[in-house]
């Protein structure tokens, strides 16, 4: 089997929210998608219908949804394997899947099982996968040259710089993803893969239902100098100006997509 003769999209935990939002705009931009998630066994119709409306009757040619838990490493192999089997490519990798705490605890309640499962999505699974699709990406380099133009994206959070001391290992897990986005940043620069981060402030998704009512007031309150909740499709604009080539002299940048919640004011 030939390479796929499209570019080939992978967004960890993308059945949903940002994800979900990511794997639309970029199909949208002629990609071919991987889609990812731990738990979903099958997509929603209207995700389905969406991506029929773009692709039309070559959906089942462009789609490919894995469910796999990026924490496991026979999940990662089996991910991977899968995407080998069926486009022989891999062009961009969004590292997205992350989980907060189940409860959130003080730090001086937290517990080590919270700790380790918050840490092994959101830290080891990242750092892994891109290990393995840096290699990959090596070799289609090589092979096809000028013709391949591979990037690697990190989603983090405001939490990789903002201390939430009821979710502890949620900030701890995106201040080292920062770091891995500067650490694969320095060693694929001489490959020509540059990486990205892309740190989201307050998004309205899954992940904020349930204190949805505290940050609306915050937010009214002025936390944000824009003050209104992000959106999934405001983190999956700037992912395909990444890979549109609009920042081709940069790498290991961080781009704070927050409604200007890093500024700090007086």
Request: aromatic share 8%; net charge positive; proline share 4%.
């Amino acid at each position: 089997m030939e390479l796929h003769d499209k570019k080939v999209l992978l967004v960890t935990g993308s059945t949903h929210g940002i994800g979900k939002a990511i794997i639309v705009e970029l199909a949208k931009l002629d990609y071919s998608v991987v889609i990812n998630g731990a738990a979903t066994k099958s997509l929603s119709d209207e995700y389905k219908s969406e991506l029929r409306t773009i692709y039309g009757e070559d959906i089942a040619n462009r789609v490919l949804h894995v469910q796999a838990d990026v924490s496991k490493k026979k999940d990662r192999e089996s991910l991977i394997r899968k995407i080998e089997e069926k486009f022989k490519r891999i062009d961009v990798l969004v590292n997205n899947a992350g989980v907060a705490p189940i409860i959130r605890k003080d730090i001086l309640e937290t517990s080590e099982e919270s700790y380790d499962r918050v840490m092994a999505t959101n830290l080891k699974g990242p750092y892994f996968l891109t290990q393995t699709i840096s290699k990959w990406m090596i070799r289609l380099r090589e092979q096809l040259k000028e013709a391949y133009q591979p990037y690697i994206i990190n989603i983090s959070s405001i939490s990789r710089f903002t201390a939430s001391t009821n979710r502890g290992e949620y900030c701890l897990s995106k201040s080292a993803l920062n770091m891995v986005t500067k650490l694969f940043g320095v060693r694929l620069a001489e490959y020509g893969i540059p990486v990205y981060e892309i740190s989201p402030g307050i998004i309205d998704t899954p992940m904020t239902e349930k204190v949805h009512d505290n940050y609306e007031r915050l937010i009214n309150e002025g936390l944000t100098p824009i003050r209104r909740w992000g959106k999934p499709i405001d983190i999956a604009k700037p992912v395909g100006a990444i890979v549109s080539g609009l920042l081709p002299y940069s790498t290991g940048l961080v781009l704070d997509i927050d409604g200007g919640f890093h500024l700090q004011r007086l």
